[in-house]
């Protein structure tokens, strides 16, 4: 079995993308805003972005703008960091060495949503 597709909520699907493609990086691969969603490429998985209307029953509007527990690996993390910062990427804390020795920084996507980027401990 093999993990193929991560899903993230939010309620503003146009600004979603602009986020995911633009601000991230993120191959968009499809999209359809009026059926509210886009897909992304980010290497080894597919990342679903649905948008959860208004009037949506309240277990839906739970998935928006919570921790997603997505991390995406990059090479550099404080180079990482300092370039979303200045792109206006809230951060909920600089980055972090972790105790098993990866660097770690949690953001926030335009919905609140926390995503994490890592940059894993040298082999």
Known sequence: ???NTARVFVRDIAQAKRFYA???????????LEHGYCVFNTG???LVVESVSNDAPQEDQALVGRFTG???T???????YRSLAAAGVEFTGSPEKQFWGGILATLKDPAGNELQVVQLAAA
């Open 1 to 3: 079995m093999n993990l």
């Open 22 to 32: 633009e601000t991230l990086g993120l191959t968009p691969v499809a999209a359809n």
């Open 44 to 46: 080894g998985i597919q």
């Open 70 to 72: 997505l991390s995406f």
């Open 74 to 80: 990059v090479a550099d993390i404080q180079q990482t």
